[in-house]
């Protein structure tokens, strides 16, 4: 869209000069007003001059000398709109000196120098200007004959006989003149249109090539998210099922190393799916009732091995009061920012420590005001790097000693969060000391959620008594999920599109159906739906998990997600999905 909007400004440079394309017509207008004027001064100066009559050829060469210098002040830049001030104030001393020095001062001549000034005025400086020059003009010429013919006041400096040479060039001069403004005008006025219509079609053919290129943009990271993450999935769930079979201690710790880059691969595709979601204004905040004490603490303790492998200490200091407080808000969102935020710090901090420190400033009986503050000893941001520092994809390297890898979408998918919520994502830096991002938000009080005693995430994953209909297309994907329902003696079948699964619900009895999208012959949506529709109620409310790559949000935006019960992504953990099939039999027992 940017390539598209410079070679417009290329090929139309007037109509983006300008606030509007009538602006480029009334200083054109003005420039050939100009320059008319000094032609005729030349030329009237040289009759004057020839006549010896040498106060006249002053007064031409002095009002000569004015609209030449109204002409260099518009070819050096000066705004016109100042330049055509100048220049009917001096049509208007025209008219007044013509009036005052000739016998017949209201002739002909005068009255041409009216409409000259009629017409300039409202073609350059608009209507209200042009009316003020137009009714000042016509009052200096009728107080002038107003003082003559009323009160016998003689104000003339000289008085002056009309010369029929210079009268009958002045009228044929002014009179072409006039024409000739009209016609430039209007002229310009339609190239002015036509050169705008073809500008506002281009513009929308513009608007159109990037709406097409969003859409593209969208539809290509939902694929490609989809493409990568299913062999993901795959790689992240084998790994689970070595991890699961008792390994050795070093192959234990290779695997987790092999798991801990995978985890960070699919971080990447969620942050770039994270920040497409935001730019197309899909991403919704949730509002639920949540601890902000208990998140930050749960990522803190994430995040402790992850800075404890590069030596750093990392440490979180919260206010004691915070460990009361139940909000409404998003607890998601929030634990992306500062998960953003923390390992930000530490991907830039080589020694030292990092730091969180969140404490509660306002409090009322209805909201709480959280202030929320990484920070660490890291290597800084170079001042030249502040104006961009949250835009995509830019790194911040130490120059010469060491260079940082990543994505660069950190801090912006953390800006665009907070600026959701409503806040503003703030730093200080000093290079070579440290980094401190800083934001707050207020959230409204809440009452603790009353519990229902569903089980929560363990590690003992002991066995279920349920039954599962799986609908998954990937081989590898239906091997995984295969060897955990095993090994938790989960009753399951297995098939590979919506249409079979379907079919499947209508001859069998199932208390959860796991379900992918995107799956040949029938989609995992068209199949939930068809679901939903049958005349059999109690299969109609079965539970439907959509385990698929596909994102929350785009589910949420689509209106498909309602359609399900719940939704879990891939790659998943092990722990969640045992979880919630516990619940699910916990509850349907």
């Given at each position: 869209m940017q390539e598209i909007l410079r070679t417009l400004k290329v090929k139309y440079p007037a109509f983006w000069q300008d606030t509007y394309a009538i602006s480029h017509i009334r200083q054109q207008t003005l420039r050939f007003l100009l320059f008319a004027y000094c032609g005729m001064g030349v030329l009237l100066a040289v009759l004057h001059f020839v006549q010896n009559r040498s106060f006249l050829l002053w007064r031409v060469l002095f009002f000569t000398a004015l609209s030449w210098t109204g002409y260099e002040m518009l070819r050096r830049g000066t705004p016109f709109k100042k330049v055509g001030h100048f220049a009917l104030i001096c049509l208007c001393l025209i008219v007044l000196s013509t009036a005052v020095l000739y016998q017949q001062g209201h002739y002909l001549v005068t009255f041409q120098f009216i409409f000259v000034i009629l017409s300039a005025g409202f073609y350059i400086l608009g209507p209200r200007w042009g009316l003020f020059y137009s009714l000042l003009s016509v009052f200096l010429v009728g107080s002038v004959v107003f003082l003559n013919q009323y009160f016998r006041v003689e104000i003339k400096i000289q008085a002056y006989a009309v010369d029929t040479y210079a009268l009958t060039f002045a009228l044929l001069y002014n009179y072409l003149m006039l024409i000739y403004i009209h016609y430039f005008f209007f002229k310009e006025s339609e190239l002015a249109n036509a050169k705008e219509t073809t500008l506002l079609s281009e513009l929308k053919i513009?608007?159109?090539?990037?709406?097409?290129?969003?859409?593209?943009?969208?539809?290509?990271?939902?694929?490609?998210?989809?493409?990568?993450?299913?062999?993901?999935?795959?790689?992240?769930?084998?790994?689970?099922?070595?991890?699961?079979?008792?390994?050795?201690?070093?192959?234990?710790?290779?695997?987790?190393?092999?798991?801990?880059?995978?985890?960070?691969?699919?971080?990447?595709?969620?942050?770039?799916?994270?920040?497409?979601?935001?730019?197309?204004?899909?991403?919704?905040?949730?509002?639920?009732?949540?601890?902000?004490?208990?998140?930050?603490?749960?990522?803190?303790?994430?995040?402790?091995?992850?800075?404890?492998?590069?030596?750093?200490?990392?440490?979180?200091?919260?206010?004691?009061?915070?460990?009361?407080?139940?909000?409404?808000?998003?607890?998601?969102?929030?634990?992306?920012?500062?998960?953003?935020l923390i390992s930000n710090a530490i991907k830039y901090t080589d020694h030292g420590s990092v730091e969180v420190n969140m404490r509660a400033e306002q409090i009322t009986h209805h909201q709480v005001q959280i202030f929320f503050k990484v920070s660490d000893t890291g290597i800084g941001i170079p001042v030249e790097v502040f104006p961009y520092i949250f835009e995509p994809f830019k790194l911040v390297n130490s120059g010469m000693k060491k260079q940082y890898h990543g994505t660069g979408l950190g801090l912006s998918l953390a800006q665009r969060l907070v600026n959701l919520h409503g806040g503003k994502l703030d730093f200080t830096s000093q290079e070579g000391v440290g980094t401190s991002f800083f934001f707050d938000f207020a959230y409204p009080l809440s009452q603790e959620p009353v519990s229902f005693g569903t089980p929560a995430l363990s590690k003992d994953l002991g066995p279920l008594d349920i039954s599962v209909l799986v609908a998954e297309d990937n081989n590898m994907n239906a091997m995984i999920l295969k060897s955990f329902l095993n090994k938790w003696d989960v009753r399951f079948d297995i098939v590979d599109n919506g249409q079979a699964a379907v079919e499947s619900m209508l001859a069998n009895d199932y208390q959860v159906i796991l379900m992918d999208i995107n799956m040949p012959v029938m989609d995992g949506i068209q199949a939930t739906q068809n679901i939903r529709a049958f005349e059999n109620r109690k299969k109609a409310n079965v539970q439907i998990i959509a385990l698929t790559a596909t994102s929350k949000e785009s589910l949420e935006s689509s209106g498909s997600l309602t359609l399900f019960d719940d939704w879990i992504s891939k790659p998943f953990h092990p722990q969640i999905l045992h979880a919630k099939l516990a619940s699910i039999s916990w509850i349907t027992r």
């Open positions: 513009a608007a159109a090539q990037a709406r097409d290129l969003a859409e593209y943009k969208t539809n290509f990271l939902i694929t490609m998210s989809h493409e990568i993450r299913t062999p993901l999935h795959a790689i992240i769930g084998g790994l689970d099922l070595l991890s699961f079979e008792n390994p050795k201690n070093e192959q234990a710790k290779n695997l987790d190393n092999v798991r801990f880059s995978a985890d960070i691969l699919s971080s990447i595709i969620n942050d770039i799916l994270n920040l497409n979601d935001i730019e197309d204004n899909q991403t919704k905040l949730q509002k639920k009732p949540f601890q902000p004490g208990v998140v930050i603490t749960d990522i803190c303790q994430k995040l402790e091995a992850t800075a404890g492998n590069k030596g750093l200490a990392l440490t979180l200091n919260a206010s004691p009061e915070l460990s009361k407080f139940w909000v409404m808000g998003d607890p998601v969102r929030l634990g992306q920012i500062v998960m953003n």
